[in-house]
DNA sequence: TATCCCATA
């Protein structure tokens, strides 16, 4: 394929970006108003330029431009450009931050970062003192962080007055999104001027299949399907590389398998176009693969191959792959979901909305004219696809961002400015789990602890674990175990050939049978021990199936969180606890003061119910050591829950029921639904001694955890939790209640 | 009875 070469280095100048002509005009409309939405499609040219005439009209004089970004590679490459541009040094004039890597210095004034490292800073300085320009770019993305931004930005500088009490010179505050849904953002803050740049995109043409119809939504039907597709592109499609959007690592490897096997019976001299395709180079692509193999995927691929990648939604936003002119999508992703019947976040399974559908296509018209795929039908896009995929803060535990924004002063986080609510349950969810952890109180104020916990990147779950074995004396266990979980999957499956896959389950066992116990969160410690303690890790890693990458992380985060920890116990007082218990339970007993939400108990078999209230039936995931694990251990906690083909827990280990005995009334005791007025911060005493007498008799009554568990147990023989489909049409159902409303 | 989306502090 002929690469428009001298085309696209033209196009790089920024004098030819559709953004270059509008340049006075965007600087003015900064200008006039606290407020700007700025549109554009990719390509416009608005990340890297608009920065550079804000600076160049002298807004870097009280203070510095922030320009946030969703992902980390995001925020440095993009600073890298601009510092190119500006003919500069990168860390000088213009810089980044992003965790683990800060890339500024004192004469910085164009700082791009991730949304994630401003809100931290939101969090030290809330009126942004250093600032005079934030620029929250990739908007529609809808990212969590973002979204918390939108928020606070909003509250803290929709008022002129309140916002000149708090700084000496006035903050401007940018917007940027795609087009879609700039009168909602304008609406938001306050009708504020919207400015449009056009883009430049190439023409796709999308088709629809015959095969996914909506009563497929459950079925893995469309693994087969993208296969065949895929392969009717090869044959009769002129030259360009193909693309093929699935949900998973193990989807991915069977696609890749059934591809491979057929394409050998394919007549490899079929002559397309004048061009004689000779084979097809297919090749898996997802987050947890290493680096050095996901490098191989923009490599072009040899003269007269075509390249097919199959992938994850990696290849949506985060990686761009030159070359794809055909896109065929499966029509589904997995997602992580706040699934109110089962309490807990779960990832599953869902179709994709439409907009995402058009993103997936949009990945094909990047160079020139492309052709996009859909195996689904006409109807399954019409009954079975939102039109916008549901934004993070909807559909996700907000136990960690009520935490923040309580500490920032938010009190009322029921009536706290979202650009999209979430359900006021998922508010009371949260406020409950941080009532539960012991980081508010009952009126809904932060207590110690929580001023303790908001200091840690983590889960609070975890955070009150780290913070238990703190003040026990023994975080040496839980600081490895708290980065080990917070980084992406350190364990390496396969590489498409089966019996590697084997070989890596033989050694990981192997591992896990080190720690002479049978829990998962041990033999996370056991790894990040014996790997640190090793002489060459990286060749330990390879030896070992574990990825390096991931584990170097954990060791950064394992720093990181340490020093924080140092921190707090220097300034605060400190709490301090003794244990007289058996030494060699210290681990799990840490773990149980934060994963008591996450208890199950085994019914029958292999069956677990989860104690958390809803009682779910769970599987032990195939990947744990209590996989195939007899009777004996009839306790667990877990890190967290997975619906595939069943609803899996993750990362598990066993207890005693002892040690959660006490705790688990505490998860029966409150009422969500009564926190709303905590919520609120509305209580009077009357209605709190009510409140307590009530909770009071629900405690009586519920005398212990066994009772609620029969309960719980009853309930459910005829409950199927792993039915994917009913939720998500509950849950769509549900909002379009709402909507109505 | 058989397997792990993507990000982020």
Redesign the pocket.
């Given at each position: 394929m002929s690469k428009p070469t001298r085309l696209a280095v033209k196009d790089s100048e920024p004098k030819h970006l559709p953004i270059y002509q509008h340049k006075n005009k965007l600087v003015q409309a900064v200008r006039k108003s606290p407020f700007l939405i700025v549109t554009g499609e990719t390509g416009s040219g608005k990340t890297t330029q608009l920065p550079q005439y804000l600076h160049e009209a002298g807004f870097c004089k009280n203070g510095k431009i922030g320009i946030t970004q969703?992902?980390?590679?995001?925020a440095i490459t993009v600073a890298q450009r601009v510092a190119q541009e500006m003919k500069c040094t990168l860390g000088r004039e213009v810089g980044y931050q992003?965790?683990f890597d800060d890339c500024t210095s004192q004469e910085t004034a164009v700082k791009y970062?991730?949304?994630?490292?401003l809100?931290?800073e939101v969090l030290a300085d809330p009126s942004l003192s250093q600032y005079s320009v934030v620029i929250l770019d990739e908007v529609h993305e809808r990212?969590?962080?973002t979204d918390i931004l939108l928020g606070l930005l909003k509250n803290v500088f929709s008022d002129p007055a309140e916002a000149a009490k708090r700084r000496s010179f006035p903050l401007k505050v940018v917007v940027m999104s795609a087009t879609l849904e700039s009168d909602k953002l304008s609406a938001f803050f306050n009708n504020c001027p919207v400015f449009e740049i056009p883009g430049r995109v190439f023409p796709v043409t999308c088709t629809f299949g015959s095969a996914v119809g909506p009563k497929d939504v459950e079925r893995n039907f469309y693994v087969k399907e993208v296969v065949k597709v895929a392969l009717d592109v090869h044959i009769s499609e002129k030259a360009g590389d193909i693309l093929v959007f699935l949900?998973?690592?193990?989807?991915?490897e069977h696609a890749c398998d059934l591809l491979f096997e057929k394409a050998e019976n394919i007549d490899y001299r079929y002559d397309v176009q004048d061009r004689t395709v000779e084979g097809l180079l297919i090749l898996p692509l997802?987050?947890?693969m290493p680096t050095d193999q996901q490098r191989q995927i923009f490599q072009p691929p040899p003269p007269g191959i075509r390249k097919c990648v199959v992938a994850?939604?990696?290849a949506a936003t985060?990686?761009t792959i030159n070359g794809i002119k055909y896109i065929v999508d499966s029509g589904f992703?997995?997602?992580?979901n706040h699934n109110s019947r089962v309490g807990m976040d779960v990832?599953e399974v869902v179709p994709i909305s439409k907009s995402e559908a058009q993103q997936r296509a949009g990945r094909a018209g990047r160079t020139s004219a492309g052709k996009c795929f859909r195996i689904y039908t006409k109807e399954f896009w019409e009954k079975c696809m939102p039109e916008y995929t549901i934004p993070e803060i909807q559909r996700t535990s907000l136990t960690?961002v009520i935490l923040t924004l309580k500490c920032l002063g938010v009190h009322d986080v029921i009536r706290f400015p979202y650009l999209d609510c979430p359900e006021e349950r998922f508010i009371l969810e949260a406020l409950k789990q941080l009532y539960q952890f012991d980081a508010i109180d009952r009126r809904g104020k932060v207590t110690k602890l929580g001023e303790l916990m908001v200091e840690?990147?983590?889960?609070p779950g975890l955070t009150r674990a780290l913070l238990k074995s703190a003040s026990l004396g023994c975080q040496d266990l839980l600081l490895p175990v708290a980065a080990m979980l917070?980084?992406?999957?350190i364990?390496i499956?396969s590489v498409t050939w089966r019996t590697l896959?084997k070989e890596a389950?033989k050694k990981?066992r192997a591992l896990a049978e080190k720690t002479g116990s049978i829990n998962d969160f041990a033999t996370l410690l056991c790894v990040f021990n014996s790997c640190k303690s090793s002489d060459r890790p990286s060749a330990w890693c390879k030896e070992n199936w574990i990825h390096w990458r991931a584990l170097k992380s954990a060791f950064s985060v394992e720093t990181q969180l340490r020093e924080i920890l140092l921190r707090l116990q220097q300034v605060q007082d400190f709490p301090t606890e003794s244990f007289d218990g058996n030494k060699s339970e210290l681990l799990r007993r840490c773990l149980c003061s934060g994963y008591f939400t996450n208890v199950a108990r085994r019914s029958v078999g292999?069956v677990f119910c989860t104690m958390d209230g809803h009682g779910s039936m769970v599987h032990v995931?195939?990947?744990s050591s209590l996989?195939?694990q007899e009777a004996e251990l009839n306790w667990v906690i877990f890190h967290d829950v997975?619906v595939?083909?069943?609803t899996?827990i993750?990362t598990v280990c066993p207890i005693r029921y002892e040690w959660v005995k006490d705790l688990l009334p505490k998860l029966h005791e409150v009422d969500v639904y009564e926190l709303s007025s905590v919520a609120r911060q509305e209580v009077t005493e009357d209605e709190m001694v009510k409140w307590e007498s009530k909770e009071a008799a629900k405690r009586q009554q519920e005398a212990s955890a066994e009772d609620v568990m029969k309960k719980l147990e009853k309930r459910n023989t005829e409950d199927s939790v792993s039915d994917a489909r009913a939720r998500y049409l509950q849950r769509k159902q549900q909002r379009e209640q709402r909507k109505a409303l």
């Open positions: 969703p992902r980390r590679v995001a992003v965790r970062m991730t949304d994630g490292c809100l931290r990212s969590l962080n949900t998973g690592q193990s989807e991915i997802y987050g947890s994850t939604n990696i985060s990686l992703v997995k997602q992580l990832l960690a840690f990147p983590l889960h917070s980084v992406e999957n364990f499956r896959e389950a990981h292999k995931h195939p990947s996989f195939e997975l595939t083909s069943k899996y993750r």
